[in-house]
């Protein structure tokens, strides 16, 4: 396009390639790349008028290849396709994806709306060409970001105090401009400019955004002192011509998703999930049903029809593999749970640990308000934690005269000791500065294992000693002790948990976890984190992550790895090259630097939690389910040039179960694939968090606990004598 600054927007430039469509009738259009059913020439040039100015734009057209079903590329057209196909079956674009808006559901109470729709990807799979659908949400707040902006200030009632209460919660949302339904992320808000701004349009002249939201949508801004959001241009725009940040106007914007707030409220979250967590049978009658609305719409099978494609009705169907289910090693016996729940709470609760730290030298601390609670907690710990091997002392208790954080660190210091083993306090809310800055205290400047228990957790009498039952379990892993186990086949092996998470202090920070197992039973572990704001930094700290991982190995073990597994969650399909071509020769280089000729078998995976992808067990011809823990998918809808896998490791009491996707882009450890999958279903057996199998291997879930942790709440690495300890669960 020609002036190209003149047409960034992808719609505008649609407008004006459907400006031509006697000659451009059969193509497909992304805003870039045009596909034609039909020869135009090599090059060809179209005088085009802009939609919104007139002013002449030339539109030129170079032909750069020839796509067929079996060009690598041809799924980006049928991507496309399917989008067109969406918009003829009468769903509208919001963000990246379809919504049905004749099926919204009204949530009153909240004045919140609720749009179902779907998700849709088209890829090269080992069977062939397909579609990966899945079900969608978009919850729509029916007040504007102004109307919040209202509520705020008239809540506070000192100005600068409301300005940062309303920073604090709208930065970072996303938001929904009510005039083209596209979404935004709040990066800012403009106190000092209103809808009276004056910028410089493509032809040199200056427009207020008042003028230019009534020229280009017809709308009129009611509220002319209202400050404006900006929203900076994200890689894609900034690809497609935007450069400078983008102003929007408060009352045109509502936000989407839902508040801290309305997720801690219980009674919301139980409404919302009767939308949104969709049991398998009713997921499989919804995608049923979208693949019958494409096929009977007349419209969609001329497109069809056009481009010389059919699309299958109904969904794939093949066979997948169950694993058997595992045998839980405690200190004294095995227990072997039921496959269809993966879950040995009620066997586990008054077992014997594989072994056990003590509480000889404890402390807790209360403020006398919740002096009842907090006597009552420290009975009920003594009664579970003595059956789990554990000996326990009874504490020093702390009482406080208030509850405000500094009365809480005041008393910190004097009584934290060397030889204290843990800190236990008992908090009247979950007030985020105190819980950090007691965090921090006890991770950075007095290194000592802490639990902090809300007084609500603990108020119902006849849940106490279940409560109590899971504390203890806690407290035992923070401590440095082991809860129970499985058989792990090789004996020389160290498995690796890797996962980040964005500092919310530190702007362009990022927090990177890593998690090593360091005894031949994969149940002790220890603990590092890398801080990063460059890919130099990230492979400094992953190559001293692993130097100390070892070196703590050798020490427990009196020898190093042969083998190590190392699984990487918080890698996007877009970031597989860097994990191969930067982290891994750093991973690799290593090596040799512990011990000259050092050279571990080493294989890492990509763990992928995030996929669409949802597969049924077909019960009968006319039900479906969720699989079973223990299910494997390695064939059909995998990816023809990878060595991946599906695994469903954990059950899901609500709604439908959720695989995840694991691919392995190094292996060396000539494991066979089904020992491979075996050891990670093995995995998720040891988050002494939760004594169920979950969603992801142990070492991922605690990486990404400790990542959270130090993210939130830290910022900054913690005191390395904490490291050989699950400190942060």
């Known amino acids: 396009f020609n002036p190209e600054e003149m047409v960034v927007q992808r719609k505008m430039r649609r407008e004006m390639v459907l400006q031509h469509k006697q000659i451009l009738k059969d193509v497909a259009f992304d805003g870039t790349t045009l596909y034609s059913f039909e020869y135009i020439g090599d090059e060809r040039t179209f005088q085009c008028q802009h939609t919104v100015t007139g002013d002449p734009i030339e539109m030129r057209l170079r032909l750069t290849a020839k796509n067929s079903p079996d060009s690598p590329n041809f799924f980006h057209l049928a991507n496309l396709i399917v989008r067109k196909l969406l918009e003829l079956s009468g769903l509208r674009l919001i963000g990246r994806n379809y919504y049905q808006f004749d099926r919204k559901i009204d949530l009153e109470r909240y004045r919140l709306t609720l ?67 596209k979404t935004y992320k709040i990066d800012e808000i403009a106190w000092d400019k209103s809808p009276n701004y004056t910028f410089k349009k493509r032809d040199g002249t200056d427009e207020t955004l008042v003028k230019y939201y009534y020229d280009r949508y017809q709308l009129k801004i009611e509220d002319t002192t209202q400050p404006l959001l900006i929203s900076k241009p994200s890689k894609k725009d900034r690809r497609a011509g935007q450069t400078g940040p983008l102003m929007l106007i408060p009352e045109l914007c509502c936000v989407t998703g839902i508040s801290d707030v309305m997720r801690s409220d219980f009674q919301f979250m139980k409404e919302l999930a009767t939308h949104t967590h969709i049991g398998p049978m009713a997921r499989f009658e919804k995608l049923t049903e979208f693949c019958h609305d494409i096929q009977n719409n007349q419209e969609a099978k001329d497109e069809l029809k056009k481009w010389e494609i059919s699309v299958d009705i109904g969904l794939v169907e093949f066979d997948g593999r169950l694993l058997e ?25 008054s077992l014997k640990h594989i072994s056990c730290k003590n509480l000889k030298n404890w402390i807790v601390f209360y403020p006398s308000s919740l002096r009842e609670l907090g006597d009552e907690l420290i009975n009920a710990l003594y009664q579970v934690c003595v059956p789990f091997g554990m000996e326990v002392e009874y504490p020093n208790v702390i009482q406080l005269p208030n509850d405000r954080p500094e009365t809480y660190l005041g008393a910190l210091p004097e009584k934290i000791q060397k030889n204290t083993d843990l800190v236990l306090c008992v908090l009247p809310n979950n007030r985020k500065d105190r819980y950090d800055a007691l965090k921090k205290y006890m991770c950075l400047d007095n290194p000592v294992p802490s639990q902090m228990v809300l007084a609500k957790t603990i108020s119902k009498k006849n849940q106490l000693m279940s409560v109590a039952t899971k504390i203890g379990i806690q407290l035992n892993a923070k401590l440095g002790g082991e809860i129970w186990g499985v058989t792990i086949p090789s004996k020389t092996l160290m498995v690796i948990g890797m996962d980040s998470y964005h500092d919310s202090k530190r702007k362009g920070a990022s927090v990177g976890a890593f998690v090593a197992s360091t005894n031949i039973t994969c149940t002790r572990f220890y603990s590092r984190v890398i801080y990063n704001r460059t890919a130099q930094e990230l492979m400094d700290g992953l190559q001293q992550c692993m130097r100390d991982s070892l070196k703590e190995y050798h020490r427990v073990n009196n020898a190093l790895p042969e083998k190590i597994v190392l699984y990487r969650d918080g890698v996007s399909d877009g970031q597989l090259a860097i994990v191969a071509e930067h982290e891994l020769p750093q991973i690799i280089d290593t090596f040799p630097k512990i011990m000259p000729g050092y050279q571990p078998k080493l294989a890492v995976i990509i763990v992928k939690k995030k996929g669409n ?21 390695d064939h059909t809808v995998t990816n023809a040039e990878w060595y991946d896998f599906y695994l469903i490791s954990q059950c899901a009491r609500q709604g439908t179960v959720a695989p995840t996707h694991y691919n392995v882009i190094w292996d060396r450890t000539n494991f066979k694939v089904d020992h491979m999958q075996r050891l990670t279903f093995k995995l998720t057996h040891l988050y002494y968090n939760w004594p169920g199998t979950i969603r992801v291997p142990a070492v991922c879930q605690y990486a990404h606990k400790l990542a ?6 830290l910022h900054q690495d913690f005191n390395p004598e904490l490291a050989d300890r699950l400190f942060y669960l």
């Open 613 to 633: 992808a949802r597969f049924f067990a077909k019960m009968s011809s006319t039900s479906m389910a969720n699989p079973p823990p223990g299910t494997i998918i």
């Open 115 to 181: 749009f179902p729709g779907f998700l849709t990807n088209v890829n090269i799979y080992e069977g062939s060409l397909m579609i990966n659908v899945d079900l969608s949400h978009k919850v729509l707040n029916k007040t504007t970001v102004f109307n919040r902006l209202q509520d705020i200030f008239t809540q506070f009632v000192d100005f600068k105090r409301a300005q940062d209460e309303a920073t604090k919660e709208l930065v970072g949302q996303i938001v929904l401009t009510t005039y083209n339904s």
């Open 325 to 349: 289910s595992e045998q839980i090693l405690y200190a004294n016996r095995s227990i072997r749970y039921k496959h269809d729940e993966a879950d040995w709470s009620r066997e586990g609760r």
């Open 708 to 713: 959270f942790l130090v993210g939130q709440s």
